[in-house]
């Protein structure tokens, strides 16, 4: 069982920053007690997109191509929190951002991740 629960989306001007965080509620004994975290986006009339990842130990991140170096995942174990730190915001990052969960390391496609959350709105404005 896991339930995820995300905060922090918003409106902001392009060029200015938005950080998502993340809580999940994941039973020890389950098999996503080691869960890796992935962020995903999709936008009107458009197919969920895979924006990064990030393994249970933090060590291994992944970042799709239009968000690297711009975008920053981490991880707080203790907290049960992931974050999405969005800077240089553009009007094409606008989107429902979504946090889902995966048993399997740097998954990179949503049929790979078997729980999510509700989905938050980010919206940059030219």
């Known amino acids: 069982q896991v339930q995820l629960v995300e905060f922090g989306g918003g409106l902001v001007q392009a060029g200015g920053s938005l950080r998502l965080s993340c809580l999940a509620s994941?039973?020890?004994?389950?098999?996503?007690?080691?869960?890796?975290m992935g962020w995903f986006r999709q936008a009107p009339g458009k197919e969920r997109e895979f924006v990064g990842a990030?393994?249970?130990?933090?060590?291994?991140?992944q970042y799709a191509d239009s968000v690297k170096g711009r975008f920053t995942i981490s991880r707080d174990n203790a907290k049960n929190t992931a974050y999405l730190q969005m800077n240089s915001l553009k009007p094409e990052d606008t989107a429902v951002y979504y946090c889902?969960?995966?048993?399997?390391?740097?998954?990179?496609?949503?049929?790979?991740?078997?729980?999510w959350g509700q989905g938050t709105q980010v919206t940059v404005s030219s």
């Open positions: 990030i393994s249970w130990s933090g060590f291994r991140i």
């Open positions: 889902a969960v995966a048993s399997q390391p740097m998954a990179t496609f949503p049929s790979e991740y078997d729980y």
């Open positions: 994941v039973r020890t004994s389950s098999i996503y007690a080691q869960y890796v």
